[in-house]
């Protein structure tokens, strides 16, 4: 069955974060695939390369960016959420003036559209948060 | 592809950004001429009240976009009655004509639709 996630709410402010890594892992294991993961609202946050949890905590990035190695998923952040809280890909980051791109590895910035298509292309359309 | 989307939006307004991106994805798949309907319940039921002063505060009138719907072909909005009546509120009480739907009756309601998403 193909799947379509969406992932609502930050790493840090609910449990919601670690349901959605689970169920992904949980789909995937099983053999199921998953079109596209959308993070959507403070789900954005799941995205910022530079988090740096304690080392004896979920560091939620870089938990997605080793799943994509592994099973090549696509991982799109919402260009409006992001950028309304101050996460910015390479290009947007240099025409305002910062050093460089928030995006971790993995992670793609686009728009709403690529939500619903996944939502018309999944049989299942999962959201988080 | 044509699927029927269903938002059920529960939380009340101003509660932050999330009904301003929320409603942002309402009218994205409408606008890719899919069906959507919407239906409020709980504190969903407070996004259509009549009177609201958001600038007071601040915050952009995200019951003013729930007017707009229309245009972007979105006519099925439902509130539940009993989320009205816990509230104290009639649908009089609402900025907009909406159906009601008893609490028995949502499940049911649900089934008719391809992607029901919460907001």
Not at chain 1, 31 to 38: D, N, P
Not at chain 1, 46 to 56: K, Q, S, T
Not at chain 2, 91 to 105: A, F, G, M, Q, S
Request: hydrophobic fraction near 45%.
């Amino acid at each position: 069955m193909k799947f379509a996630i969406q992932i609502n709410s930050s790493p840090t402010g609910s449990g919601s974060a670690y349901h959605a890594y689970r169920f992904v892992c949980s789909v995937l294991a099983e053999g199921h695939s998953v079109f596209r993961i959308f993070f959507y609202h403070e789900g954005i946050y799941h995205a910022f390369n530079y988090a740096m949890p304690p080392d004896d905590e979920l560091n939620f990035p870089k938990l997605w960016s080793a799943l994509v190695k592994q099973y090549a998923i696509d991982l799109v952040v919402c260009i409006s959420a992001a950028q309304r809280r101050g996460l910015l890909h390479t290009d947007e980051a240099s025409r305002v003036g910062k050093q460089d791109g928030d995006l971790a590895d993995g992670f793609r910035i686009s728009g709403l559209g690529q939500w619903v298509e996944a939502t018309l292309q999944a049989d299942r359309c999962i959201v988080f948060g | 592809m044509h699927k029927k989307f269903l938002f059920v939006l529960r939380k009340p307004p101003f509660n932050g950004v999330s009904m301003q991106e929320t409603l942002d994805s309402v009218l994205t798949i409408a606008a890719f001429d899919q069906a959507v309907s919407l239906l409020l319940l709980d504190d969903g039921v407070f996004q259509l009240k009549n009177g609201q002063q958001p600038d007071r505060f601040g915050m952009k009138d995200t019951a003013a976009v729930f007017g707009a719907l229309e245009i972007y072909d979105i006519h099925d909005i439902r509130v539940e009655v009993e989320s009205l009546q816990e509230r104290g509120l009639k649908p009089r009480d609402l900025c907009l004509p909406v159906r009601e739907i008893y609490r028995k009756d949502v499940a049911g309601y649900m089934k008719e639709f391809d992607v029901v998403l919460a907001g």
